[in-house]
């Protein structure tokens, strides 16, 4: 099971930095949401895995690990809150330049 | 009276001129005020002299900042007495000579504050006992010496003469304080007088050629000497005080000053012959050859004080007594006839309107007082007898031919001195003839011209005067200083010397000779020598150095463009290279693949699931550019993780999974409506390869890593939570006690920053407008049922619906899995299903619009949570908690955590429609949007 | 004989999945993929209830019932979506 | 007293159901028998604005009925579905049909199209603008009058009557 | 009764998760949108159903008393379920998309 | 129980919240507001200062949880400082904004509270996933902040910012993970002492998680080759903030400096990535010296001479001994106030200059242009370390503090780029002159802002030696890790 966790993290990790890389707003904001997701179970996998052993006091003797999930709360709703400006940013960035290419095809506006 | 109040005098003094304009306009009263403070300080420098010429040396010291060995310590001896003298005194002259030189219609106040200050920074250079404190003055007489040479700002010549002399002196300035600090290093203080008798410490160091190369960098940057010379002619963009000032007698001489300061510290050692001997010989030929060359009279002057700089480097260079003694005299006497021929240069110029010498001719007719003044001084330069350049120059040839360093080949040494002279004779010849006689002058922009006022030769009378008395009568004159000043340059007893007319017959007298005669002869052939000078290829040393420079910036241009080139992609790629890097050193060295526990068992459902998830995500990312499907690949994902978190015991993050991933949906589709719905292929093959390359190696460390730490075994601090969960935090949902008991304070922040980016994305969002399509992706215009009737009619009563499961989830969020957050998100989409049902017309009519308040209030009720617990004298977000009684219904609890899980709850509510209300009301500013 | 039903439900729907990931990659049009996605999720709700009945824990009831309440919402969005492109309007 | 109440439960039916939600979620229990009353309170009050005139359920009973036929509905013709569509699907006669509405208010009209959708083998695909078609999706119908017959028998008219429209 | 409550709730269990399949079954199989559109939205709601069922059984009777809060899915899911489908159709009727080429009848646009 | 340390974090949230709660369009409210909280924190910064100068170290326990279970405040000196310096930065950067940037945009005054909120709960918490937490609230607002006012450019380099910092913030969640997978803290001080337990594989892993933290510190603090989407960024962005910005760069320093000091001064794992650091700092050092010469504005020359000043402090707080730490510190007052001045000045000749901008092309004559020049000079002379201002004495401290040649070559050179593009700059745009403009005087508030930063210069000249001592003060106590462990910890280890 832990090997199957780890693949599925690696896996969200590789597709999010893969998409991260590429040249537009969209797929860039589709890569960080894969990205987060794996960082969010990586995080979580790091209080180990247990099933079904809610951390709920008094349900089980020898629960899970909370505080990772707790992190993972934490990261899910900043990660959301990020994505959420981040998409209007790409909006943003499309309304002034009206595209949605983050590559640098153009020059003299970098500020340079 | 502390002597040391003299540095500090003309700083203040730099303030009075702007002082004086502010009350009257009159010049004459300017430059009084300008002078009064120097006078001052010449005037208090007569006691302190007096002592020094008795043999003392005054020192004072001031504690500035000891733990860097820099203190105010400033040092009065003979060297500095003289430089002192020179400073002050022609720095008076030249303000005289500035009242008339300056145009009515320029800023005269602005230009005697920088010459004051320019003179305190060169006051504090001569007067420092403290090689730090050195270079601070030093680096200010740059500075100084950037705004003289600017003032003139607009004209080009000017500004770029400025930026270049300050680019190369600042340049020697930074290596002399990379040699002081070294010297610092080996000597231990930056005490002169500690520095000064560490000689042989310094020498012996290892690091002495460094910092004989590093210092003299600062040497022979400021005194304009080979091959860092060509700042100085393009300097004379200046107005000629300066240059009168600046470059001749003081700036230029704070090189040959610093080799005279550290003399004792770093001279006789081969090393310091070979450099600066060698320099000082290559400028001195160089600058009087170059020097007959020029039309332009202060261009000729400039070349031949580089010249000049070259001899006395030469002879420190010597590593002999009597020929350091010889570049102190020759240090006054240059500075007195350069001087007075920068200011006659300047008469001419003023009179006449052209510094051009091909045009100014003949002068003797319209100006013979002044030529008679510019005469003596240039034969006072030329060396002619009876005249104080003579003697210093007859001390110079003597000590060429004393030196035996080159062995065989020291006949080399009194050749090039001779060779020097000629050239120097030569140039002198020019500057009478040429400008006095030869003719008629041609086109002059002022004509005819005329003596200049009377009190604007008073400088140059003075020097002249100073000229023919030290060299009649040397003994009765400069001898006194000269020794005092000599003595402290040398650190010791000083050699065997007379300052007299005539020695007799010897070899320096032939040589005087040769070089009178010779100068004559190459004068009277200077036609031929012109026209060959004219065919040599032309190189402007400014012009070189500008392409530089320019070149420099523009490579710096293109690294920088080639780095920053505006490509996220790019940026990315190097944070990630980065990340690949650590992992790709770090992951081989692990001890192994598997931690020390067994694997739970896996399980079919379990594997499919993964599987999915795994298929989804590679899905997400291969139909990327088909985007709706993508997106439809990344819920899949979503969902799997979820599932994940339901397998694997974390029912509180399953529901926030859950109830996060609509939202993003929700935002992703508002989002879409104005994006591209696909795109084609762009990424290159090797971009492709490369990104995959990254992704992989990331992946596979990240999954590596992972793995290990779950089959490893784990001591946390988990234990305490699950144990004090319940009597602490009174909850039994531990992760929710942790959330908002023990790390409350996290919660806070995350809520805070949920409620950041929804006033950030508020601020994004005001008046942006962007163009909606008006056609789907199939090209069809789109429905006209905006508020389909079932959706309108079942969402409405879902509302209250989803509201009551949501205060469900948030009272039972502290004990069983729930909370705040998620009950705030099903509020939320509850909210956001009636947008999208009914629109946002519709729902603002029932509700305010403004999320802003929300917001607000569920931070603070957070916050103020947290500072309630200060009432009791506990710190921030301290809980509490305790059990009630109520009859017929029961027992119930309350904690204060459940206040804060409020505060919670209203940000995400707040924060979410904030966000998403605004995205959708976009539209409604698209006025080509029909029907909306 | 519970466990074995549970085995054998876990199969049905998990094979039910695939058919629905098999209809989602497949498509042919968009409002395939979105109805997959929403059977994807409402098979979701079975498979969580039954892992509850398996585990014998009602701690994952929230979830379940969390996607039969606002699953649909998503499914909402993205037909609105396609039908007027803008769904908040 | 009756203002009272009214005021109270301006949408009785939806706070009868919240309360029995909030009963279902927690278990019965004093306390969460006064909770769930404050919250039916509450939460109709909170949301009204949010649905303006939905008519009121005049007669309960018929609704239970109404809820017994449905669900039974849905069960038997889940097996004729599920025959559907493991057999043949050559002989499958799908048809788009039109239904005349003769209910007036929207929330029937909505309740409605939602049971058609439950109940297998049609799907309600859209109401016309003017609320008086329903446009339904059957999957496999010999005769569209026989079933538009059928729905307004079953299902259209003990709506008419719950909410007397 | 314990057996008897337990193959009841394995009926219930194994029931639902046929017509779960069964649902999706149509989903890939039926040839058009539309008539994909019936297997979810049904057969799949009974699937649930009996899944509920089931689990509503085996924790009442594990606790010994009725528990009825899983019928809420099912009634959120009898709620949601129809206005998905509902919009998925009116979606596809404005794509166009292809149907059946003996269906009778027509789509509309609106 | 004294709660004035937690001020430094709740003043501005609760500032923030009460900018939202506020009428829209009561912009004289706001602005008072804002400039309230900034002095209140200007004034609590310098009782913490106060309080923390004589070496105690004061921690605070949210939620009255002890360490290492609850989060921790902790005060100590570094912390103090850079608490006043931030407060000292924020005034004036707030003054000027409120004379009209602050209504080119909406929620102006709530993220820049905000941002002081997260800048300071950075610097004041002694939780490592709370760092991560106060990160975010530093990063969210400074997002908003930098889109602030129009502009494609700002936009695009704000989108870049952002996604950025968003993949950064991902690998500080693996890095935060692992650290908790293998030490089972988050505590800093918790984990500086469990650190030195671990052994084996957990070793293995904990290097790749610090080096992962190393990797997110040095984004944000700009370090090469992370640099990148800062000039563009603080360029582009409006004046006021780019100012404030300033600081940022130095809360990923400070978050390097604080870790390190605490877990890897010495011990097993000593000197943990050190080396890397050191060559990257080196490297940025250099590369911002070819940038500050490449630069054809003056936002982007400051931007450089920002990254300038990370790149010369990292080098000198990674070189391998803490001494150099004081002189750094130093610097870092020094250069994060002068380049925050810097940022100002440029706008404000930028508006003097009306089309020309402070690009570096002959324009129209500034109005007061005489003042604003003397100021640039004082200010170029400053940053670029030439005498007598306290970048020079800064500069020297740092030499002689680091007797590495690479470094004083660098950094030697770094100060000649630095010299001549700022006299390329200063002669372009105050001597190339083209006649009179339609460019606007300086108002007085501005001014009085940028007067206010650049008073910092001569102060820290004159009381060089009291600075220098504090700020060695400051260094002496962080390379005393145990007293911070102690102080948190208790008699725990």
Redesign the interface.
């Known amino acids: 099971m832990e090997l199957l966790v780890a693949v599925i993290i690696g896996v969200l990790v590789s597709t999010g930095v893969y998409l991260c890389l590429r040249a537009r707003t969209f797929p860039v904001v589709m890569g960080l949401t894969l990205l987060s997701y794996g960082v969010n179970v990586f995080l979580f996998a790091m209080g180990g895995l247990k099933i079904d052993k809610v951390a709920v006091v008094g349900l089980n003797s020898d629960p899970t690990d909370p505080l990772p999930q707790a992190l993972v709360l934490t990261a899910i709703v900043i990660g959301f809150a990020m994505t959420a400006f981040l998409v209007v940013l790409a909006l943003r960035s499309q309304a002034e330049h009206d595209t949605d290419h983050v590559d640098g095809n153009d020059s003299g506006e970098g500020g340079r | 009276m502390n002597f040391a109040i003299l540095v500090l005098l003309p700083f203040l003094g730099a303030l009075m001129p702007p002082l004086v304009e502010r009350f009257s306009s009159n010049r004459t009263l300017l430059a009084c005020g300008a002078a009064l403070l120097p006078t001052a300080a010449l005037l208090m420098l007569i006691k302190p002299a007096q002592q020094v010429f008795a043999g003392q040396t005054l020192l004072s010291a001031v504690d500035w900042i000891p733990s860097l060995g820099l203190s105010l310590a400033f040092r009065l001896d003979g060297l500095a007495l003289l430089f002192a003298i020179l400073v002050l005194g022609i720095g008076l002259l030249v303000i005289l000579y500035a009242r008339y030189y300056l145009s009515p219609k320029e800023k005269a106040g602005r230009f005697y504050a920088y010459l004051l200050l320019f003179m305190g920074a060169m006051l504090g250079v001569v007067t420092s006992d403290n090689l730090l404190l050195m270079v601070l003055f030093w680096e200010l007489t740059s500075l100084s010496s950037f705004l003289l040479i600017g003032f003139w700002n607009h004209q080009t010549g000017a500004r770029k003469g400025a930026r270049m002399a300050m680019t190369v002196t600042g340049m020697g300035g930074l290596a002399l304080l990379a040699g002081v600090l070294l010297i610092g290093h080996v000597v231990g203080s930056y005490s002169l007088g500690q520095v000064l008798i560490s000689g042989a410490q310094i020498q012996a160091s290892p690091l002495y050629p460094l910092i004989l190369c590093l210092v003299l960098l600062g040497v022979f940057t400021k005194s304009a000497q080979f091959p860092f010379h060509f700042w100085l002619p393009h300097a004379m963009a200046a107005p000629t005080p300066v240059s009168a000032y600046l470059h001749s007698a003081t700036m230029v001489k704070a090189g040959v000053f610093l080799l005279a300061r550290l003399y004792p510290a770093l001279s006789g050692t081969d090393l310091w012959f070979d450099i600066v001997a060698t320099a000082g010989m290559a400028t001195l030929l160089w600058g009087a050859a170059v020097a007959l060359f020029q039309h332009d009279l202060k261009g000729l002057l400039a070349y031949s004080t580089i010249s000049h700089l070259g001899l006395i480097t030469l002879l420190f260079g010597l590593n002999s007594q009597l020929a350091a003694v010889a570049a102190v005299f020759h240090i006054i006497n240059h500075a007195t006839f350069k001087a007075s021929l920068f200011m006659a240069a300047g008469i001419i110029d003023h009179e006449t309107g052209t510094r051009d010498m091909r045009r100014i001719n003949g002068l003797w007719k319209y100006m013979p007082y002044t030529a008679v003044l510019a005469m003596v001084a240039s034969a006072a330069m030329a060396g002619v007898p009876l005249l104080n350049g003579f003697l210093s120059k007859e001390m110079f040839f003597a000590e060429t031919l004393e030196s035996s360093h080159l062995g065989a080949l020291s006949w080399l040494l009194p050749l090039g001195a001779t060779l020097g002279g000629v050239f120097s004779v030569a140039y002198s010849a020019r500057f009478i003839h040429d400008v006095f006689f030869n003719g008629e002058p041609v086109n002059l922009p002022k004509y005819p011209p005329h003596e200049p006022p009377r009190y604007m030769k008073v400088p140059v009378e003075i020097l002249v005067a100073l000229c023919v008395a030290v060299g009649v009568f040397p003994a009765f004159t400069v001898a006194g200083l000269l020794a005092v000043a000599a003595q402290a340059t040398l650190g010791g007893a000083l050699p065997e010397y007379h300052l007299s007319i005539w020695h007799g017959f010897n070899a320096p007298l032939v040589m005087s000779f040769v070089a009178l005669f010779g100068g004559i002869f190459i004068y009277s052939q200077r036609r031929r020598l012109f026209d060959l000078y004219a065919r040599l290829p032309a190189m402007d040393a400014r012009l070189v150095f500008e392409g530089r420079i320019q070149a420099l910036g523009r490579l710096a241009s293109a690294i920088t463009g080639r780095l920053q080139n505006g490509s996220l992609q790019s940026y990315a790629a190097w944070l990630l290279t980065l990340v690949a890097v650590v992992l790709l050193t770090q992951l081989p060295n692990l001890p192994g693949w598997h931690g020390e526990t067994a694997m739970l068992p896996l399980d079919g459902v379990s594997l499919l699931c993964a599987g999915m998830l795994v298929a989804a995500a590679l899905l997400t990312t291969l139909l990327h550019r088909h985007r709706m499907t993508s997106i439809m690949c990344l819920s899949v994902v979503g969902l799997m993780v979820s599932l994940l978190f339901v397998r694997f015991s974390a029912p509180d993050l399953a529901l926030t999974q859950l109830s996060v991933e609509v939202v993003t949906i929700l935002l992703l589709m508002l989002a879409m409506y104005f994006m591209p719905v696909r795109t084609r292929a762009e990424s290159s093959v090797i971009r492709v390869v490369r990104d995959l390359l990254l992704a992989g190696v990331i992946g596979a460390g990240v999954a590596v890593m992972a793995f290990l730490v779950m089959t490893g075994e784990l001591s946390s601090i988990s234990p305490f939570f699950l144990e004090h969960s319940k009597p602490g935090g009174g909850g039994t949902n531990v992760v929710n006690v942790i959330l908002v008991d023990f790390r409350g304070f996290d919660t806070f922040g995350e809520i805070t920053v949920l409620g950041i980016a929804a006033m950030g994305i508020y601020a994004l969002l005001r008046d942006m407008r962007l163009r909606s399509a008006r056609y789907d992706a199939l090209g069809r215009p789109w429905a006209k049922d905006a508020h389909p009737l079932v959706l309108v009619t079942i969402s409405r009563p879902l509302l209250p619906l989803a509201l009551l499961i949501a205060v469900y989830i948030f009272l039972r969020g502290h004990n069983l899995p729930g909370g705040g957050f998620v009950a705030g998100l099903i509020t939320s989409v509850a909210l956001l299903l009636q947008y999208v049902a009914s629109g946002v017309g519709w729902v603002h009519e029932r509700m305010p619009g403004d999320y802003h308040p929300v917001v607000a209030l569920g931070v603070l009720l957070a916050g103020l949570t947290g500072v309630g617990s200060w009432v009791f004298g506990f710190p921030f977000l301290t809980t509490t908690h305790d059990h009630f009684h109520l009859p017929w219904i029961g027992d119930f609890e309350l904690a204060s955590a459940m206040l804060f899980d409020t505060g919670v709850f209203l940000t995400v509510v707040g924060a979410t429609l904030l966000m998403l209300a605004n995205l959708g009301k976009l539209s409604l500013l698209d006025d080509k949007k029909e029907g909306a | 004989m519970l466990a074995s039903a549970i085995s054998l439900t876990f199969g049905l729907l998990t094979v039910a999945w695939l058919l629905n990931l098999y209809r989602l990659v497949r498509g042919p049009t968009l409002p395939d993929r979105v109805l997959a996605l929403d059977t994807m999720y409402i098979n979701s709700i079975a498979l969580i209830v039954v892992y509850g009945i398996q585990v014998d824990s009602k701690l994952y009831f929230e979830a379940a019932m969390l996607i039969a309440l606002i699953g649909f919402v998503s499914t909402v969005a993205v037909a609105k979506y396609m039908t007027r492109g803008d769904i908040i309007e | 007293m009756k203002a009272l109440f009214e005021r109270c439960f301006p949408s009785p039916s939806l706070s009868l159901l919240l309360w029995l939600t909030w009963l279902l979620l927690n278990g019965f229990s004093p306390g969460h028998a006064v909770l769930g009353l404050v919250l039916a309170v509450l939460l109709p009050l909170g949301t009204r604005p949010f649905w303006p005139n939905v008519p009121g359920i005049r007669n309960l009973p018929r609704l239970g009925g109404f809820i017994l036929v449905v669900l039974w509905d849905i069960l038997v013709a889940n097996l004729s579905v599920a025959r559907k569509v493991l057999g043949p699907l050559g002989d499958m006669r799908p048809a788009f049909v039109e239904m005349p509405l003769s209910l007036e208010d929207d929330f029937a009209i909505a309740l409605l199209t939602s049971t058609v959708s439950l109940t297998p083998g049609t799907v309600s695909a859209d109401v016309s603008m003017d609320r008086k078609t329903l446009l339904i999706h059957a999957l496999d119908v010999d005769d569209e009058q026989a079933l538009i017959e059928e729905i307004r028998q079953r299902y259209e008219r003990p709506l008419k009557e719950i909410f007397q429209c | 009764m314990d057996?008897v409550i337990?193959?009841l709730?394995?009926?219930c269990?194994?029931t639902?998760?046929?017509?779960?399949?069964?649902?999706?079954?149509?989903?890939?199989?039926?040839?058009?949108?539309?008539?994909?559109?019936?297997?979810?939205?049904?057969?799949?709601?009974?699937?649930?159903?009996?899944?509920?069922a089931?689990?509503l059984l085996?924790?009442s009777w594990?606790a010994r008393q009725l528990?009825?809060?899983?019928?809420?899915?099912?009634?959120?899911?009898?709620?949601?379920?129809?206005?998905?489908?509902?919009?998925?159709?009116?979606?596809?009727?404005?794509?166009?998309?292809k149907?059946?080429k003996?269906?009778?009848?027509?789509?509309?646009?609106? | 129980m004294s709660h004035w340390i937690i001020a430094p974090i709740l003043i501005p949230a609760l500032a923030g919240m009460l900018l939202l709660l506020e009428v829209r369009e009561w912009h004289r409210l706001r602005r008072i507001t804002g400039l309230l909280s900034a002095s209140a924190l200007l004034a609590v910064a310098v009782l913490l200062w106060e309080q923390a100068a004589d070496g105690t170290i004061t921690v605070y326990q949210l939620g009255n949880w002890a360490a290492p279970f609850g989060i921790v405040l902790v005060l100590d000196r570094l912390t103090a400082l850079m608490l006043l310096l931030t407060a000292v930065l924020a005034f004036p950067a707030l003054l000027y904004a409120c004379r009209g940037d602050d209504r080119k945009g909406a929620n102006f005054h709530g993220l820049f509270q905000f941002q002081l909120m997260g800048i300071n709960g950075a610097f004041l918490t002694g939780d490592l996933f709370n760092l991560f937490v106060f990160f975010e609230v530093l990063l969210i607002a400074s997002y908003g902040l930098a889109l602030h006012g129009r502009g494609p450019a700002r936009v695009k380099a704000g989108l870049h910012y952002v996604a950025l910092n968003l993949v950064g913030s991902a690998l500080f969640l693996i890095g935060l993970g692992l650290i908790y997978g293998t030490t089972g803290t988050l505590n800093m001080a918790d984990f500086a002492v469990k650190a030195q337990a671990v052994t084996g594989m957990d070793q293995a892993l904990l290097k790749v998680a610090v080096l992962l933290l190393w990797a997110v510190f040095g984004l944000k603090a700009a370090l090469f080759p992370l640099y990148f989407w800062l000039p563009a960024t603080y360029a582009n962005a409006t004046a006021p903030v780019a100012a404030l910005f300033a600081i940022m760069t130095k809360v990923g320093l400070y978050a390097i400096v604080r870790v390190y000091a605490l877990a890897f001064a010495d011990g097993p794992l000593a000197g943990l990535g050190q080396q890397g650091l050191w060559a990257l700092a080196l490297t940025t050092l250099a590369l911002a010296g070819i940038g500050v010469l490449g630069a054809r504005r003056l936002g982007t020359l400051v931007a450089y001479l920002v990254i300038m000043s990370v790149g010369t402090l990292l080098a000198a707080l990674t070189f391998g001994q803490l001494s150099a730490a004081g002189p750094a510190l130093y610097y870092l007052v020094h250069s994060t106030l002068i380049c925050g001045a810097l940022f100002l000045l440029a706008d404000l000749v930028a508006r003097g200059r009306g089309e020309a901008g402070d690009r570096f092309v002959a324009g129209p004559v500034i109005p007061a242009g005489g003042v604003l020049a003397g100021l640039y000079f004082m200010a170029a002379i400053a940053v670029v370390g030439l005498p007598p201002l306290s970048g020079f004495i800064g500069k020297v401290a740092l030499l002689k503090a680091v007797p590495v040649p690479l470094y004083w070559v660098l950094l030697l050179l770094a100060g000649l780029c630095g010299l001549i593009g700022m006299s390329r700059a200063g002669s372009s745009m105050f001597w190339r002159t083209t006649g009179p403009g339609e460019g606007v005087r300086p108002g007085r508030q501005r001014l009085l802002a940028l007067l206010v930063l650049l008073a910092v210069v001569p102060a820290l000249t004159l009381w060089a030696e009291p600075a220098m001592q504090a700020a060695g003060q400051v260094a002496g106590q962080l390379a005393q890790p145990q007293l911070y462990i102690q102080a948190v910890l208790g008699g725990q280890s």
């Open positions: 057996a337990e193959w709730v394995a009926i269990m194994v639902g998760g046929v017509f779960a399949l069964i649902g999706s079954i149509g989903l890939a199989r039926l040839p058009d949108f539309f008539t994909r559109l019936h297997g979810p939205t049904k057969a799949t709601t009974l699937g649930v159903g009996g899944t509920i089931a689990s085996f924790f594990q528990q009825l809060h899983e019928v809420l899915i099912i009634l959120f899911l009898f709620i949601t379920a129809p206005v998905s489908a509902h919009m998925l159709a009116k979606a596809a009727m404005h794509r166009g998309l149907r059946v003996r269906t009778r009848g027509e789509p509309w646009q609106q």
